[in-house]
T-cell receptor
Framework: KAGVTQTPRYLIKTRGQQVTLSCSPI?????VSWYQQTPGQGLQFLFE???????NKGNFPGRFSGRQFSNSRSEMNVSTLELGDSALYLC????????????FGPGTRLTVL | GQQLNQSPQSMFIQEGEDVSMNCTSS?????WLWYKQDPGEGPVLLIA?????ELTSNGRLTAQFGITRKDSFLNISASIPSDVGIYFC?????????????????FGKGTLLTVNP
């Protein structure tokens, strides 16, 4: 079974631009969560989607948004990029079959100049 | 929000030595997960724990869910060079939702493990 895939793997943007990151979960997994990882703050939860609905949200500004499609693929968008948005953005999927195990993709490394 | 205190922050050991790291929380968790992350990659799930007192092994790795539900530890026996990486604990706080629909993971800051051949 293929793992979680994320595209692109690397992105360079400038301040003020917007960016869209994509995540394809493990086949059959319907829950997709997004995390931001930085050296200073570690791994921080952004939001979680299930059946195209956002069920949980972390403490990030409204510039961070996401959505999930009917095939469970998910995208996250960051508008009006700031230097501090430079991070590794990780997507994780879960089957929700009685376990809380989340499986991570390789991440998208975003650099904001 | 929830905080997980993971220690030590870093470890430098010789190949063949055993390693132990732990995570503590001020509140109760109903799940503990241990992940390993290599540079430039996403975290890989090593062990999942669901019951207080549960002791689970995965090869040379052993993890336990603390009886108080506020801590967990991970042991690595007979370390080898490929054990190098950052180890994270993560968990789901017990928010009283027995349905388990809250899939927000809280992570520790990680333990950087270096193994000297």
């Amino acid at each position: 079974k293929a793992g979680v895939t994320q595209t692109p793997r690397y992105l360079i943007k400038t301040r003020g631009q917007q960016v869209t990151l994509s995540c394809s979960p493990i086949s059959g997994h319907r829950s997709v969560s997004w995390y931001q990882q930085t050296p200073g703050q570690g791994l921080q939860f952004l939001f979680e989607y299930f059946s195209e609905t956002q069920r949980n949200k972390g403490n990030f500004p409204g510039r961070f948004s996401g959505r999930q499609f009917s095939n469970s693929r998910s995208e996250m968008n960051v508008s009006t990029l700031e230097l501090g948005d430079s991070a590794l953005y990780l997507c994780a999927s879960s089957s929700l079959r009685g376990t809380n195990e989340q499986f991570f993709g390789p991440g998208t490394r975003l650099t904001v100049l | 929000g929830q905080q997980l205190n993971q220690s030590p922050q870093s470890m430098f050991i010789q190949e063949g030595e055993d390693v132990s790291m732990n995570c503590t929380s001020s509140s109760i968790f109903n799940t503990w997960l241990w992940y390993k992350q290599d540079p430039g990659e996403g975290p890989v799930l090593l062990i999942a724990l669901y019951k207080a007192g549960e002791l689970t092994s995965n090869g040379r790795l052993t993890a336990q869910f603390g009886i108080t539900r506020k801590d967990s530890f991970l042991n690595i026996s007979a370390s080898i060079p490929s054990d190098v990486g950052i180890y994270f604990c993560a968990g789901h706080p017990d928010d009283g939702n027995s349905g388990g629909s809250n899939y927000k993971l809280t992570f520790g800051k990680g333990t950087l493990l270096t193994v000297n051949p």
